[in-house]
């Protein structure tokens, strides 16, 4: 969609203010006629930039059919970074700064990745497939009816209302994907198990992985995996998505589906059930109970946001960003993933635990202590700090550009 | 500084895996030839747009040396917005999505603003103005040397080791900038305040900002102004960065300082001393000291952090280089932001105690209860949990782009 054109003229020098908020010096016609040519030269440069972009969308265009036809990756790295090199040389040549370059490069090449894969969405790793999405009405389940009926599988739906359709809606499946809140998909997979097909791939996508699997072991005999995504309904592309693999029984049997998720665009990730929930339970449920107990307590002191924000550094602008975007989702889903498990639960309780310890050090004053702790969390995070700094100024410089 | 050249082929379309990690269809030599032709099609039209951004920057050039000649403001947001809007219609008429150039528009326009702003970084508001530097050997005072001596000023520093000379360091001063720890301010200030001129403007940087300017207030009968720079020594460059300004006496002497600081491309935030320490309380204490409690929970658990990145969405790791960026920089800057006040240690308690409350609720399981309070939190917040979700939505792109 077109944004609305903003209501200024489109050239407004004349009265305009200068930093000291006082007229600028009186400006003569001349140089208003020298600043308006020199836009309108810019203007030209433009126009021929954004016609070259097109250009080369076209011949993107004749490179995604020719990998489509032959069955070549999309996503080739050798191929982007000599690209971004050989720009930055010749930026470097002609008086660019080359990070500058590479900035708008990499634009150019996530743009041109998108356009492939969105492609390749097109396409079947498994002509003629039958894929079943059993909670098929939830968020998921449409998001991967979309995604496989684009690709050409013939998908089918079984939701709390078609239970009695269960044997027939089975019939002849290559896949079932389980896709129903964590507190009922073990309950689930019992249920549909008896309907399965023998060869079939019984997958499910719970964000907690060690109960499910073993209950699809337990009562599906043919191939088994369970898969984790790692993005919600609302991710408009799978370019680099991740996607967490726990192998259950079969994996030659499995790997078409994952090779699916390749096709698409995203990453698979191989874990064991046991390694996969206990990093999510400090990815995942930690992570949004400190998110969650921030906006608590912004909210329990009724903090002026807007306030805030005018006060703030583009790093806490970011920071608010990331709590302000867990209280504009599903809170259903959050309070799945933090109360999943014992084991998570009794996480949370060990880190508000470790958070009181420091009630002692604020009350006496104690700044030594709190730069000693804070020594050797650094000293511990190692190298990750210096990468996490340069990321994340790298991020500022985007937000600065852009609002 | 160019980047290492990565060690594959240019073009290395032989060989390459497909998506299955099996071999590709055999590759006949006709695609490859007809792959090779349209990738040098690809180069051949962006060595032109590199080109083509050469000229357009060789253009801003003189803009930017008018723009100087005649005093005229380098942000522009009419004329930025103006040009965006125009690309985005070129690119909607030929079949580019809009989004995409807007984006890549920018990218250009931030680095012809902050071409223009480092060109301006030369220019003094006060031809001949002598400035000293209090504490001028820390980062923030060598990083104002810098600015200053750019900009023409004769800079002096007064620090520890040179006391003695101060009354004829201050001779014929037009500002004092004091620049030293919290806990030093207003001893610092005392000191130096029988030396000052008494038409010199007196101020100060410190991150609290209501006893220094009492303080300041109290020994020095000239002009007088509070500031808090909302930046670090590290910053490239100051377009758009946020200045705190809290006035003291004597507004209209004070302005020029707020001017230079401005025409180096900051935006200056007007406040009270007091209404300034409580927000910066949540903005600065508050905030730093949760990312502080949550990087010391990941190093009491010994988390292994390199793992959780391999399983991380996007948007965690962008989390989690919020924490990693904070334990990268100085100990002693956060011990004097969080141990400021009493103020400020009371708020941080308050906070671990907030924090506590939750231990019942994960006790007895009571996921309704916490859906309820999320749905109040989520209500507070309102619109702007809707804004920050668009915004790290942008960085999250944006992030998978560049890493």
Known sequence: MEKKKPESEIHPVEGEKGFSGKKDDIQSP??????????QKIDAIDAQIVSLLADRQHVVGHVAALKK?????????????DLVFIRRQQAAKIGLNPDFIEEIYRTIIRRSRVLQTSSMALKSVRAGGIVLLVGGKGGMGRYFQE??????????????????DAG???????????????DVSCEVIRNIAPFMPVKAVL??????????????LKVHVGPVIGLHPLFGPTTSCLDKQIIVATP???????????????????????????????IMG??????????????QFLRRRRISLSRTLEFSSPIYRLELGMVGRLFAQDSSLYSEIIFASEQRRNLLKDYIMSL????????????CLFEEEFQKIAEWFGPFGEQAMRESTFLIDKLIERF
Not at 69 to 81: G, K, T
Not at 153 to 164: A, E, F, G, S
Request: glycine share 4%.
């Open 147 to 164: 995604c496989f009926c684009r690709a050409g599988y013939q998908v089918r739906i079984l939701d709390k209302d078609n239970w009695p």
């Open 69 to 81: 036809l032959h069955n070549l990756q999309v996503y080739h790295p050798a191929r982007e970074e």
């Open 203 to 216: 997958c499910d996508i719970t964000s907690i992985k060690e109960k499910p699997l073993e209950e699809m």
């Open 168 to 182: 027939q809606l089975c019939d002849g499946i290559d896949l079932a994907v389980v896709s129903v809140p964590i």
């Open 356 to 367: 009181h310890d420091n009630l002692e050090m604020l009350e006496n004053e104690n700044k």
């Open 30 to 39: 001349a140089v208003d006629q020298a600043l308006s040519d020199l836009r």
């Open 282 to 295: 400090i990815v995942q449920a930690l992570r949004h109970f400190a998110t969650f107990a921030f906006g």
């Open 248 to 278: 259950g029984r079969n994996d030659d049997a499995c790997q078409w589906v994952l090779d699916q998720f390749v096709t698409w665009g995203a990453v698979v990730v191989q874990s064991d059930a046991v390694e996969h929930d206990d």
